[in-house]
Protein backbone atom coordinates (compact mmCIF):
# COMPACT_ATOMS: atom_id res chain seq x y z
CA UNK A 1 0.00 0.00 0.00
CA UNK A 2 1.54 3.61 -1.01
CA UNK A 3 2.08 6.22 1.52
CA UNK A 4 0.69 9.67 2.53
CA UNK A 5 2.99 11.15 -0.82
CA UNK A 6 3.54 15.09 -0.93
CA UNK A 7 4.87 17.54 -2.87
CA UNK A 8 7.58 19.61 -3.36
CA UNK A 9 10.21 18.08 -0.12
CA UNK A 10 11.71 21.06 -0.05
CA UNK A 11 10.99 24.90 -0.75
CA UNK A 12 12.64 28.49 -0.14
CA UNK A 13 10.93 31.65 -0.39
CA UNK A 14 11.41 34.99 -0.13
CA UNK A 15 8.88 36.59 2.54
CA UNK A 16 5.58 37.88 1.12
CA UNK A 17 5.91 35.63 -1.98
CA UNK A 18 3.19 32.51 -2.28
CA UNK A 19 3.76 29.21 -1.56
CA UNK A 20 1.74 25.71 -2.08
CA UNK A 21 2.18 22.19 -0.92
CA UNK A 22 0.37 19.30 -2.38
CA UNK A 23 -0.51 16.07 -0.32
CA UNK A 24 -1.76 12.71 -1.73
CA UNK A 25 -3.69 10.64 1.15
CA UNK A 26 -3.49 6.69 0.95
CA UNK A 27 -5.97 5.30 -0.98
CA UNK A 28 -9.37 5.42 0.72
CA UNK A 29 -8.77 7.44 3.57
CA UNK A 30 -11.52 9.89 4.36
CA UNK A 31 -9.78 12.08 6.57
CA UNK A 32 -6.86 14.40 5.91
CA UNK A 33 -5.31 16.67 7.87
CA UNK A 34 -2.56 19.57 7.65
CA UNK A 35 0.07 19.61 10.60
CA UNK A 36 2.32 22.33 10.74
CA UNK A 37 6.31 21.68 12.89
CA UNK A 38 8.10 24.15 13.89
CA UNK A 39 11.87 23.28 14.57
CA UNK A 40 11.93 21.48 17.53
CA UNK A 41 8.45 21.40 18.53
CA UNK A 42 5.65 18.60 18.39
CA UNK A 43 3.16 19.28 14.85
CA UNK A 44 0.19 21.13 15.77
CA UNK A 45 -3.06 20.84 13.49
CA UNK A 46 -3.66 23.68 11.12
CA UNK A 47 -6.60 22.01 9.35
CA UNK A 48 -8.56 18.45 9.40
CA UNK A 49 -10.86 17.34 6.62
CA UNK A 50 -13.58 14.77 6.34
CA UNK A 51 -13.98 13.71 2.61
CA UNK A 52 -14.10 17.30 1.09
CA UNK A 53 -15.67 19.14 3.95
CA UNK A 54 -13.39 20.61 6.98
CA UNK A 55 -14.01 19.33 10.24
CA UNK A 56 -11.47 21.55 12.14
CA UNK A 57 -9.64 24.61 10.89
CA UNK A 58 -9.66 26.59 14.07
CA UNK A 59 -6.27 27.08 13.99
CA UNK A 60 -5.72 28.02 10.42
CA UNK A 61 -4.29 31.73 10.36
CA UNK A 62 -6.76 32.17 8.05
CA UNK A 63 -5.82 35.41 6.59
CA UNK A 64 -2.50 33.82 5.07
CA UNK A 65 -3.12 30.05 4.80
CA UNK A 66 -5.99 28.18 2.92
CA UNK A 67 -6.47 24.91 2.66
CA UNK A 68 -8.98 22.90 -0.31
CA UNK A 69 -9.49 18.95 -1.32
CA UNK A 70 -12.36 19.35 -3.68
CA UNK A 71 -12.64 15.64 -4.55
CA UNK A 72 -11.84 14.59 -1.42
CA UNK A 73 -8.84 13.06 -2.78
CA UNK A 74 -5.85 14.78 -2.43
CA UNK A 75 -5.41 18.30 -1.29
CA UNK A 76 -3.30 21.46 -1.48
CA UNK A 77 -2.32 24.16 1.50
CA UNK A 78 -1.14 27.82 0.24
CA UNK A 79 0.31 30.20 2.34
CA UNK A 80 -0.43 34.31 0.58
CA UNK A 81 1.79 36.28 1.25
CA UNK A 82 4.12 33.83 3.58
CA UNK A 83 6.14 35.18 7.01
CA UNK A 84 9.26 34.71 8.34
CA UNK A 85 7.45 32.28 11.25
CA UNK A 86 6.14 30.55 8.70
CA UNK A 87 9.43 28.58 8.16
CA UNK A 88 8.38 25.04 8.76
CA UNK A 89 7.93 21.73 7.80
CA UNK A 90 4.26 21.13 6.62
CA UNK A 91 2.93 17.29 7.14
CA UNK A 92 0.15 16.11 5.94
CA UNK A 93 -1.76 12.64 7.48
CA UNK A 94 -4.44 11.21 6.61
CA UNK A 95 -6.56 8.15 8.49
CA UNK A 96 -9.86 5.80 7.27
CA UNK A 97 -12.80 7.00 8.64
CA UNK A 98 -13.50 5.81 11.57
CA UNK A 99 -9.92 4.27 12.36
CA UNK A 100 -7.23 5.57 15.50
CA UNK A 101 -4.07 6.19 13.97
CA UNK A 102 -2.92 8.33 11.62
CA UNK A 103 -0.22 7.93 8.93
CA UNK A 104 1.94 10.50 7.82
CA UNK A 105 3.45 11.61 4.59
CA UNK A 106 7.37 12.87 4.72
CA UNK A 107 6.33 16.77 5.04
CA UNK A 108 7.52 19.64 3.02
CA UNK A 109 10.30 21.98 4.44
CA UNK A 110 9.41 25.02 3.62
CA UNK A 111 12.15 27.79 4.61
CA UNK A 112 11.00 31.81 4.28
CA UNK A 113 14.19 34.24 3.50
CA UNK B 1 -2.13 23.18 31.57
CA UNK B 2 -3.38 22.41 28.37
CA UNK B 3 -0.23 21.36 26.82
CA UNK B 4 1.32 17.92 26.02
CA UNK B 5 4.63 17.53 28.05
CA UNK B 6 7.62 15.54 27.89
CA UNK B 7 11.18 15.53 28.83
CA UNK B 8 12.88 17.29 25.68
CA UNK B 9 16.15 14.51 25.57
CA UNK B 10 17.51 11.65 27.05
CA UNK B 11 20.25 10.02 26.18
CA UNK B 12 20.96 5.75 27.09
CA UNK B 13 23.68 3.59 26.60
CA UNK B 14 23.54 1.01 23.94
CA UNK B 15 21.65 -2.20 25.34
CA UNK B 16 20.32 -0.41 27.99
CA UNK B 17 16.45 0.47 28.46
CA UNK B 18 14.67 3.90 27.76
CA UNK B 19 11.97 5.00 29.23
CA UNK B 20 10.49 7.79 27.82
CA UNK B 21 7.92 10.13 29.88
CA UNK B 22 4.51 12.00 28.77
CA UNK B 23 1.45 14.22 30.98
CA UNK B 24 -1.34 14.47 28.65
CA UNK B 25 -4.21 16.79 29.38
CA UNK B 26 -7.46 15.37 28.67
CA UNK B 27 -9.07 12.61 30.72
CA UNK B 28 -11.33 11.44 27.47
CA UNK B 29 -8.59 10.47 25.36
CA UNK B 30 -9.89 7.31 23.91
CA UNK B 31 -6.42 6.31 22.51
CA UNK B 32 -2.92 7.47 23.17
CA UNK B 33 0.00 7.07 20.78
CA UNK B 34 3.40 7.06 20.81
CA UNK B 35 5.79 8.34 17.19
CA UNK B 36 9.05 8.38 16.01
CA UNK B 37 10.97 10.74 14.02
CA UNK B 38 13.91 10.28 12.52
CA UNK B 39 15.99 13.26 10.82
CA UNK B 40 14.31 14.59 8.01
CA UNK B 41 11.51 11.98 7.62
CA UNK B 42 8.09 12.12 8.60
CA UNK B 43 6.34 10.45 11.87
CA UNK B 44 5.89 6.86 12.07
CA UNK B 45 3.13 5.40 14.10
CA UNK B 46 4.85 3.00 17.25
CA UNK B 47 2.59 2.05 18.74
CA UNK B 48 -0.76 3.08 20.96
CA UNK B 49 -2.98 2.45 23.98
CA UNK B 50 -6.59 2.37 24.28
CA UNK B 51 -7.65 4.44 27.13
CA UNK B 52 -9.29 1.51 29.27
CA UNK B 53 -6.02 -0.44 29.43
CA UNK B 54 -3.01 -0.16 32.02
CA UNK B 55 0.01 -1.50 29.58
CA UNK B 56 0.40 -2.85 26.25
CA UNK B 57 3.42 -4.59 24.74
CA UNK B 58 4.81 -4.89 21.74
CA UNK B 59 8.18 -6.53 20.98
CA UNK B 60 10.91 -4.40 22.66
CA UNK B 61 8.16 -1.73 23.44
CA UNK B 62 5.77 -1.42 26.72
CA UNK B 63 3.74 1.34 26.83
CA UNK B 64 2.46 2.04 30.67
CA UNK B 65 -0.82 4.07 30.77
CA UNK B 66 -1.84 5.98 34.98
CA UNK B 67 -5.23 7.45 33.69
CA UNK B 68 -5.77 8.74 37.22
CA UNK B 69 -1.95 10.85 36.79
CA UNK B 70 -2.81 11.03 32.95
CA UNK B 71 1.11 9.85 32.93
CA UNK B 72 2.07 8.02 29.39
CA UNK B 73 5.55 6.21 29.29
CA UNK B 74 7.20 4.19 26.78
CA UNK B 75 9.98 1.87 27.43
CA UNK B 76 12.32 0.60 24.97
CA UNK B 77 14.51 -2.84 25.88
CA UNK B 78 17.81 -2.93 24.69
CA UNK B 79 17.99 0.16 23.02
CA UNK B 80 19.75 0.01 19.86
CA UNK B 81 21.72 3.15 18.22
CA UNK B 82 18.71 2.74 15.33
CA UNK B 83 16.29 3.79 18.27
CA UNK B 84 17.60 7.18 18.00
CA UNK B 85 15.03 9.87 16.92
CA UNK B 86 12.48 11.56 18.55
CA UNK B 87 9.73 10.37 20.11
CA UNK B 88 6.56 11.92 20.30
CA UNK B 89 3.35 11.40 22.44
CA UNK B 90 0.41 12.23 21.02
CA UNK B 91 -3.83 12.63 22.77
CA UNK B 92 -6.80 12.68 21.07
CA UNK B 93 -8.95 15.77 22.09
CA UNK B 94 -12.68 17.00 20.84
CA UNK B 95 -15.89 16.05 20.57
CA UNK B 96 -15.89 13.77 17.60
CA UNK B 97 -12.19 12.49 19.33
CA UNK B 98 -10.61 13.60 16.08
CA UNK B 99 -8.05 16.47 16.70
CA UNK B 100 -4.67 14.56 17.52
CA UNK B 101 -2.71 16.83 19.74
CA UNK B 102 1.43 16.21 20.28
CA UNK B 103 3.71 16.52 22.83
CA UNK B 104 7.41 18.62 21.87
CA UNK B 105 9.37 15.35 21.19
CA UNK B 106 11.96 13.56 23.44
CA UNK B 107 15.48 13.33 21.66
CA UNK B 108 16.61 10.14 22.28
CA UNK B 109 20.09 9.34 21.95
CA UNK B 110 22.15 6.15 22.52
CA UNK B 111 25.10 6.11 23.24
CA UNK B 112 27.20 2.92 21.52
Redesign the interface.
Known amino acids: EAG?AQSPRYKIIEKRQSVAFWCNPISGHA?L?WYQQIL??????LI?FQNNGV??DSQLPKDRFSAERLKGVDSTLKIQPAKLEDSAVY?C?SNPSGG????????T?LLVL | GED?EQSLFLSVREGDSSVINCTYTDSSS??L?W?KQEP??????LT?IFSNMDMKQDQRLTVLLNKKDKHLSLRIADTQTGDSAIY?C?EIR?S?G????????TRLSVLP
Open positions: VTYGQGPKLQVDLAESQYFGPGR | VTYYYGAGLQLYFAGYQNFVFGPG
